[in-house]
C-alpha cells in the first residue's frame, strides 16, 4: 500500500526548533516534486514549502522564509522539514503531499491536485 507518513511534530517553546519528517512507503518519490502544508483549527489548508523533484529548487511561504527549510533525500525516500525559530502562530497540524505539479502550483494547496496525502502530525508552539 502506498503511503506517505510524517513524524517529529510535538510541543516546542517559542524561539525552538522541530524538523519534520515525510517518509514514503509503497512507491518511490524520485518523480514527485513534495509539499508541506499546514492547518489550524478554523482556518484553510496553507502551503509552507514545497521541492521539486530532484531538490533543485525550493518555494515557501513568505511567514516562514528564514526560518524553514526543506529539503529531500531520494536514496532515503524522505523529505524533511528543518524548522527554527518557531512562533505561536506556526502551530498547526503540518501534512505532506506528493504530485507531479510545478512548485508554483503544488503550493496553492489545492487538495484534490496532489497524488499523495499524509496524515498529519501536529506542531504546537506555545510557553
Known amino acids: 500500500q502506498s503511503q506517505l507518513v510524517e513524524s517529529g511534530g510535538g510541543l516546542v517553546q517559542p524561539g525552538g526548533s522541530l524538523r519534520l519528517s515525510c517518509a514514503a512507503s509503497?512507491?518511490?518519490?524520485?518523480?514527485?516534486?513534495i509539499g508541506w502544508f499546514r492547518q489550524a483549527p478554523g482556518k484553510e489548508r496553507e502551503g509552507v514549502s514545497c521541492?521539486?523533484?530532484?531538490?533543485?529548487?525550493?518555494v515557501y511561504a513568505d511567514s516562514v522564509k528564514g526560518r524553514f527549510t526543506i529539503s529531500r533525500d531520494n536514496a532515503k525516500n524522505t523529505v524533511y522539514l528543518q524548522m527554527d525559530s518557531l512562533k505561536p502562530e506556526d502551530t498547526a497540524v503540518y501534512y505532506c503531499?506528493?504530485?507531479?505539479?510545478?512548485?508554483?502550483?503544488?503550493?496553492?494547496?489545492?487538495?484534490?491536485?496532489?497524488?499523495?496525502w499524509g496524515k498529519g502530525t501536529l506542531v504546537t508552539v506555545s510557553s
Open positions: 503531499a506528493a504530485a507531479r505539479l510545478s512548485l508554483e502550483t503544488m503550493i496553492r494547496a489545492e487538495y484534490n491536485r496532489m497524488d499523495y
Open positions: 509503497g512507491f518511490t518519490l524520485h518523480y514527485y516534486a
Open positions: 521541492i521539486t523533484s530532484s531538490g533543485g529548487s525550493t
